[in-house]
């Protein structure tokens, strides 16, 4: 099983910045891809940003330019920094790993982009 554990959520105002950490545990070794999810009040949750193990990423394509992903084995954290925030980034944000052992997701933390 591989253990996730988001955090760095909260209020931001427009424009705004924020880091969101996912801490991973567990049985690392056969995670092949992970990524950042999101999910806004009444919508489906949608793939904000995703990196396999040969380093390939993608974006969705309203937080190009603006979020990035990055990983840190050495620490076993993954990161969604978040610049430029709108309001319409407003969602729960959750971590996900894909490994040989299935599908598993964090409990998620909360964005809210707001004056």
């Known amino acids: 099983q591989v253990q996730l554990q988001e955090s760095g959520g909260g209020l931001v105002q427009p424009g705004g910045s924020l880091r969101l950490s996912c801490a991973v545990s567990?049985?690392?070794?056969?995670?092949?891809?992970m990524g950042w999810y999101r999910q806004a009040p009444g919508k489906q949750r949608e793939l904000v940003a995703s990196?396999?193990?040969?380093?390939?990423?993608n974006y969705l394509d309203s937080v190009k330019g603006r979020f990035t992903i990055s990983g840190d084995m050495a620490n076993k954290v993954l990161y969604l920094q978040m610049n430029s925030l709108k309001p319409e980034d407003t969602a729960v944000y959750y971590c996900?790993?894909?490994?040989?052992?299935?599908?598993?997701w964090g409990q998620g933390t909360q964005v809210t982009v707001s004056s």
């Open positions: 567990g049985r690392m070794f056969s995670i092949y891809e």
């Open positions: 996900n790993a894909a490994s040989g052992l299935g599908i598993s």
């Open positions: 990196l396999t193990v040969g380093g390939k990423i």
